[in-house]
């Protein structure tokens, strides 16, 4: 006799010890106190033996993509294999007859009917026919091309184990979830007189599969037993918290409260349905509180540090060396280290080619400009580049990648198959990235910790301890969706019409069935929690905890006071001033370096004057050993926290290789290029003419001295920068009639009150009314000023410095008509010295002495903050509000 016992707990009898189990997961296994042995290895066993194998990922892939390829009218290939995927498994899961299904004229018309009656027109008859006879052609197609290879698809293993018959075996089934009608079958063929299959089951609504389950059994010889033993359910209660962080921080710190009372790891699980939300941050906090959580779930290769790995080698070769790829490449922690590798001439240089990175130090010997090969080859290649560059030394610091290496190793078989099939380098890394993508491994390979874990691995388990996070509506149960290719009412349709596939409401029953059984898995405390708020989104609690009737329970306050970690012992001590909590943290250097910083940002945000963290260093500097420049004067009328980061700590961004014509290359560029013209056209009888017949020799000369980099698209875009200094020399305000040009780049020296300074002055004319000075500008309108006494960027410097200083060196003692900027890329004058306030000038040289005196270089810039356009430093000095909270006063620039 073959028995099903419908119970939420296995009645033990003696018999059942003379049993072959079959578990569903180990900890069934392991609640039953048997070996682990699936009903799917059972049957991929009965298979092998019969000359037949499950497909690999990779090979399954491989095949309906090339079916896909040869039947199906769509451009995206990969895009239909990927909404298509989930349709297909459940078609051949179902165990429908494909050809039947196809031959079937009236499925078609009884679904067009039945769509007629309820919806609107926009679905056709045509149009939903078409679909499906597609789906299922491609499906049969499919299958039967691993068939003539004698391999099957996973999702129709248990109905063809079922045809192979196998030697019937007297079977306890134990701790499964629901049973498809595949699993029915191929159990009904396996299982021999004696068998017993148990469903934990009871009368309500959720478990109506697994009584029907029973009943098709019963229909098959076997005898339905409802056994009732009291079942053994721990109270259950939910707790509410503000957030994500909050939630997980309370559960781990039960759990690590529960392991220093000597509780085992292994009575104690943390289970959650959405690990995508919780993994990440669940270990995140346990690596802070050094508790040990081991996920059991699977993760693609891409995923890992060898998935990232691999991606960006196919992206560097895909690119041909491209900087970016290549620079990310040589950079990846599983790239050994090349210590011949100049990094600061990578980043002045930006090399793209292999030879560039050659050139400077980097071994790329093995990856080779590679053309078409044999799939051998290309394996070959590949497994080359792995050995040259030890990827197993590299990845053995880390035995999640090491599994990820050997996964992707043993995947190399399945590439190299047919091992003379010719392909190029982009179709051989796109099955590399398939195989990323299919193939799997452990998220954290190795035994003992915590585990963390999803709910259906859990049924027919007994763990004293069960924490559940995230029972929230959207999380727990999942949302049941759609699927794009075969949707629930065609599912509907197909079922009326004998043809069997799942339903929405029977996914809507199985995550009510997991969570049933999950009440039954704790056999001495069961905490479940949600977040009040997921990310930005407020979140409802889960149907579940009305309908199980969990009831509520507020957060443990031993939990919110208690420390689990250093970093948050820290935290605490921050915040307040116990002598006792003092002396316990006497001897923390992390603490005295936290406590320090602390003050300074705490003194950074109070209404205290600025002191030697905002530029305030109370170290005097003399002035009159210092050569100051007019755009230093500037920079110090602006801000002086801007001067004081740039000139004296020396802070800038890494020098990076030019990519665009950014303003101070151009600006370069272009008054090289004037300088060049003038001495090239200077004796010319006509000199705007002259300028403008050498204006392009003198262009090719500039790019040449200025070390132009490679720029993309710069043969092209030339042209346009040629043209607009043709344009600007071409205009009668950049060489007015009856100027001449006295000099060019003319660099001067001398005190300016009280201070040296020094610099270069563009162009200095001689007209009918004296001398004209002339300073270039890339900009189409007035450069930034320093701020004058009302805190406004209004005092010009650089003009009234020129002709103070410069004019009286260079002019030949003649009168200064003139002083102003003329713009190179408007071709226009946009800015005058017509009248320089004296007063306000020595005002500010006194101002800059006195703080250069002090050793005050506070972060006050002009009040519109012009001076923090430019700026680099805004990460170190951190403007905003404080700075009204030190008195910043902006009321002056009408905010």
């Not at 030890?390 to 990845?395: D, E, I, K, P, S």
């Not at 996964?407 to 190029?424: H, M, V």
């Not at 605490?572 to 300074?600: C, E, I, K, M």
Request: with cysteine; aromatic share 8%.
């Amino acid at each position: 006799m073959r028995t099903v016992e419908l119970s939420l707990e296995l009645d033990r009898t003696p018999e059942i010890d003379r049993l072959v189990p079959i578990t569903a997961t180990p900890d069934a296994a392991q609640a039953l106190g048997v070996p682990h042995r699936t009903l799917d290895s059972l049957a991929r066993q009965i298979c092998q033996s019969c000359g037949w194998r499950v497909a690999p990922p990779l090979l399954a892939y491989r095949t309906r993509f090339n079916v896909a390829r040869e039947i199906l009218e769509t451009d995206d290939l990969e895009g239909t294999l990927r909404t298509s995927h989930n349709a297909v498994a459940a078609l051949l899961r179902s165990g429908i007859d494909l050809d039947a299904l196809l031959d079937t004229e009236e499925i078609s018309e009884h679904i067009s009917e039945e769509i007629s009656e309820n919806l609107s027109e926009e679905i056709s008859k045509p149009r939903l026919s078409k679909n499906l006879q597609s789906l299922v052609g491609f499906t049969r197609e499919y299958r039967d091309r691993l068939h003539e290879s004698h391999a099957i698809d996973a999702a129709e293993l248990f109905w063809h184990a079922a045809k192979l018959s196998g030697d019937p075996q007297p079977l306890l089934v134990y701790g499964s979830g629901d049973f498809g009608r595949d699993a029915l079958t191929f159990l009904d063929a396996i299982a021999a007189e004696g068998s017993l299959l148990h469903l934990p089951c009871t009368e309500d609504d959720w478990f109506r599969d697994r009584r029907d389950a029973a009943a098709t059994l019963k229909q098959r010889g076997w005898t339905v037993r409802r056994s009732q033993p009291k079942p053994r359910r721990s109270p259950a209660r939910y707790t509410v918290y503000p957030n994500l962080d909050t939630e997980v921080r309370h559960v781990l710190t039960e759990i690590k409260s529960l392991l220093n009372q000597g509780i085992r790891e292994s009575d104690i699980v943390l289970v959650t349905r959405d690990e995508a939300t919780y993994s990440d941050i669940v270990l995140d906090i346990a690596w802070e509180y050094d508790l040990p959580i081991r996920p059991r779930y699977p993760i693609s290769l891409e995923k890992t540090q060898f998935g990232a790995w691999m991606r960006l080698l196919l992206d560097a070769l895909r690119s041909h060396f491209a900087f970016n790829p290549t620079a990310n490449l040589l950079r990846h922690p599983l790239t050994p280290h090349q210590p011949s590798l100049n990094w600061n001439q990578v980043r002045l240089q930006h090399p793209d080619t292999r030879r560039a990175w050659d050139n400077l130090g980097a071994d790329l010997d093995k990856l080779g400009s590679w053309k078409s090969a044999t799939r051998k080859t290309w394996v070959h290649r590949l497994q080359a580049i792995l050995d040259t560059w030890n990827l197993q030394g590299q990845c053995s610091l880390w035995p999640g990648e090491l599994a990820a290496l050997y996964t992707f190793q043993e995947g190399l078989l399945s590439l190299g198959q047919p091992e003379r099939d010719r392909l190029t380098f982009d179709r051989f890394a796109r099955d590399v990235t398939d195989s990323l993508t299919l193939l799997q491994v452990p998220a954290q390979p190795g035994r003992g910790g915590v585990a963390l874990q999803p709910p259906l691995s859990l049924i027919g388990a007994k763990v004293p301890y069960v924490f559940l996070l995230g029972v929230a509506e959207g999380i727990y149960p999942a949302p049941v969706r759609d699927d794009a290719k075969l949707d629930f009412l065609t599912r509907q349709q197909l079922n009326r019409q004998g043809f069997p596939l799942e339903t929405a409401a029977q996914i809507a029953r199985r995550e009510a069935v997991s969570f049933a059984l999950l009440l039954q898995v704790a056999t001495t405390r069961l905490e479940m929690s949600y977040p009040q708020q997921r990310g930005t989104e407020p979140t409802l609690p889960s149907p579940f905890l009305s309908q199980f009737e969990i009831p509520p329970s507020a957060a443990s306050d031993a939990a919110a006071k208690t420390a689990a970690s250093w970093e948050e012992a820290r935290k605490y001590r921050l915040r307040q001033s116990d002598p006792r909590v003092v002396n316990f943290f006497g001897g923390d250097r992390v603490l005295t370096h936290a406590s320090h910083t602390w003050a300074v940002e705490w003194n950074r945000e109070r209404s205290t004057p600025f002191d030697r963290f905002d530029g305030v260093t109370d170290i005097p500097l003399d002035y009159r050993k210092r050569v100051f420049s007019a755009s230093q004067l500037t920079m110090l009328g602006q801000c002086g926290f801007k001067w004081f980061a740039t000139q004296l700590l020396h802070l800038a961004e890494l020098a990076e290789a030019e990519t665009e014509l950014s303003g101070l290359l151009r600006g370069r560029l272009y008054h090289k290029t004037l300088d060049l013209v003038y001495q090239k056209a200077k004796d010319a009888p006509d000199l705007r003419q002259g300028m403008l017949d050498v204006l392009e020799a003198a262009f090719t000369e500039a790019e040449r001295d200025s070390n132009l980099p490679a720029l993309a698209a710069w043969k092209a875009r030339r042209h346009e920068h040629l043209e607009r200094l043709r344009q600007t020399i071409s205009q009668e305000s950049f060489l007015p009639d009856g100027t001449e040009v006295l000099a060019t780049e003319q660099e001067f020296e001398g005190v300016w009150y009280g201070l040296r300074v020094k610099g270069i002055i563009d162009r200095i004319d001689l007209s009918p009314e004296g001398v004209r000075l002339v300073e270039y500008k890339n900009r189409s309108s007035r450069p930034t000023r320093a701020k004058d006494s009302r805190g406004k960027a209004a005092l010009d410097v650089q003009l009234p410095l020129y002709v103070d200083v410069a004019a009286p060196q260079l002019g030949g003692g003649r009168p200064v008509a003139e002083a102003y900027y003329y713009s190179l890329t408007k071709g226009k004058v946009i800015g005058r010295a017509n009248s320089v306030d004296e007063a306000a000038l020595s005002e500010f040289a006194q101002r800059v002495v006195g703080d250069l005196k002090q050793g005050a270089y506070p972060v006050e810039p002009d009040v519109d903050y012009r001076a923090c356009q430019y700026c680099c430093h805004d990460l170190v000095c951190r403007k905003g509000k404080r700075l009204e909270r030190k008195g910043f006063d902006r009321t002056s620039s009408g905010e």
